[in-house]
């Protein structure tokens, strides 16, 4: 029988080539937590990639400017396939708002520091999972559960006797 890791749930990928910095960190930083990931080129690649994700959580690393391609496209593909993107980027000036919109609602987020991916890293390889921003079965980081009352609680904020 084959060991199982507590990083079997989580499946990464890479887009950049390993002339970049943040895209060495990234696959080394993958590496040291045991993470499975795999270095694409270009998202033109990654896209067949993403349809074989088969893992409960998936992780797209990369540099804004490198998946922000067709207005965002490459995040609502990214997402129907069950991956998490999340872009580097040095400054927040070059980002267009359409973009950036699609990027969160497809769950995805972005970070300014390469040190920043370690947390996010961390944070999907916990057991609870907590993050904000990892979208429910429903497709939305909103979760209707957490706002269930009783009708005896409605009462009660209501003042109802």
Not at 62 to 67: F, K, S, V
Not at 83 to 108: M, N, R, T
Request: proline share 1%.
């Amino acid at each position: 029988m084959e060991k199982q890791s507590p990083c079997d749930h989580l499946r990464a990928t890479v887009i950049g080539s390993l002339t970049d910095s943040f895209v060495r960190y990234s696959m080394d930083l993958l590496d040291r937590y045991e993470v499975e990931s795999v270095l694409c080129e270009d998202i033109y690649w990654a896209v067949g990639r993403l349809n074989k994700n088969s893992r409960t959580d998936a992780l797209v690393i990369g540099r804004y400017e490198h998946l922000n391609h067709q207005k965002g496209r490459f995040f609502e593909i990214a997402s129907k396939a069950g991956y998490i993107c999340c872009c580097f980027s040095d400054s927040h000036s070059d980002f267009e708002q359409e973009q950036v919109s699609v990027l969160k609602s497809a769950g995805g987020f972005i970070v300014n520091k390469a040190e920043d991916v370690e947390k996010v890293i961390l944070k999907l390889l916990a057991p609870d999972k907590s993050l904000s921003f990892v979208k429910k079965k429903n497709g939305s980081s909103f979760n209707k559960d957490d706002f269930l009352t009783t009708q005896a609680e409605l009462d009660a904020l209501l003042g109802n006797q």
